[in-house]
């Protein structure tokens, strides 16, 4: 039976006398676990008061304010727009301003990479903070991105037995100060790139350095797979954390779980598919 407006008006007069006798209470008096029941009772009400409300109103909530600020929002747009970017040589990175994100892509003949070579999937993703990270413009961010590059370059040709740096090439996007962070985890979460130490698989790539003191007393994947640097290889007690057969192994079960993209049209329609879900 629908509530006449008379009787709505005398709910609301009563729901307005109950929210000032709740406000005039004791609250702190109360023990964790009752108080921890009044705030979810409470928190139930209100959003049943929320739902009546807008009904009430004869202009309705568009459902979704589309907010570039959300972390969630820009992270997407970030790393769609890094996509959008052409493909370069990794063998050949010119020094440039700015710091922001990127990925790897493998075009070569390594076995255990074969599913994502020559695919629009990344084997690895990363950010390159700012110099000051209060940077407003490219040139206070310093050259970070492109000398994030350049690391990932000489790691690669130090892995000679294994690599080729003929064989990978990169997409980078310079972005504002702050929206490098998001735009990774978006991209991380997207691909879940095999040598991305968030996958937990054949990481070690992204290791800084070659101090052997600031390094685990076990070699990564990665270097186990891809022998060449010094410190990872340097001293004869040091274990391998998994056993390359592992490891191969792990990557054929990754990318069956999560079949690597083969085109930009299925990244797009993954994009599109997410923001719908967003809004």
Known sequence: MATSPGKLEQLAVQLKDL????????????AAPRAKRVR????????????????????KHPGFV??????????????ITMIAQARKQLANVESFYGSGVYAI???????????????????????ADPADPASKTAMEQGDKLSGRLNEHRKNILKAATTLQVEDFEYRALVVQTG??????????????????SEVNICYGFGKHGDDPGTRANLRSPWDTMHPGRDWA??????????????ITGDIA?????YPPVKSIDEILRRFLDEMRAVS
């Not at 589309?66 to 790393?79: K, T």
């Not at 929206?179 to 991305?196: G, R, T, V």
């Not at 290889?233 to 592992?246: I, N, S």
């Open 233 to 246: 290889h340097r001293d004869p007690k040091m274990k391998d954390a998994r056993a390359a057969e592992r």
């Open 179 to 196: 929206w490098q962070d998001s735009a990774e985890n978006y991209l991380i979460e997207l691909f879940k790139p095999i040598w991305n």
């Open 19 to 30: 929210s000032e006798q709740l406000a005039r209470e004791e609250a702190s008096a109360l």
């Open 105 to 127: 892509y493998y075009t070569g003949k390594f076995a255990p990479y074969k599913a994502i070579s020559k695919r629009e999937h990344p084997i690895y993703v990363g950010k």
């Open 40 to 59: 979810k009772t409470i928190s139930d009400a209100y959003e049943t008061i929320r739902k009546v409300m807008e009904d009430l109103d004869p202009i």
């Open 66 to 79: 589309f907010d570039p600020s959300n972390p969630n929002v820009a992270g997407r747009i970030v790393g």
């Open 253 to 257: 079960e990754h990318l069956a779980k």
